[in-house]
């Protein structure tokens, strides 16, 4: 049984339910592919997809939000699969993931990302079974 996915809420009186692990970009679990706007706030002409902990980069432009998340989301995948593309980004940061990845068995994931929407945590949830065996 996979994982279940829920969304962080930012409101006064909500906590994480017992049994659940923050899996945000305030954690070391966060997807260090981000999405964001293309343009300035008065003229929004699409979005895009970076890095979290490098400015510059620049890993495509996207006319919707659910395109940007679906290819941060895939970026996600791959960074995990170790694609020789993205060995630069973060390399201890994924070692450490990977090497922990069994400790999220049987935990609620908490990410700020919409339910209906994918979400990095999603990967973790495909993942989490073997990495338990």
């Not at 890095?51 to 941060?72: C, L, P, S, V």
């Not at 919409?114 to 495909?126: E, G, K, M, N, V």
Request: net charge positive; hydrophobic share 35%; charged share 25%.
């Amino acid at each position: 049984m996979s994982p279940q996915r829920i969304q962080r809420q930012r409101r006064k009186g909500w906590t994480r339910p017992d049994n659940a692990v923050i899996v945000d970009r305030t954690s070391r679990w966060g997807n260090p592919f981000t999405i964001g706007r293309v343009g300035d706030m008065r003229s929004w002409t699409g979005w895009f997809v970076g890095n979290h902990h490098d400015n510059t980069a620049n890993y495509g432009q996207f006319d919707t939000e659910a395109d940007a998340r679906a290819h941060a989301v895939k970026l996600h995948r791959e960074w995990l699969d170790g694609e020789p593309q993205w060995a630069h980004v973060q390399p201890q940061r994924r070692a450490w993931i990977l090497a922990n990845l069994h400790t999220l068995a049987g935990k609620t994931l908490v990410c700020a990302c919409a339910p209906d929407s994918l979400c990095h945590a999603d990967t973790y949830a495909a993942r989490i079974p073997a990495a338990a065996r």
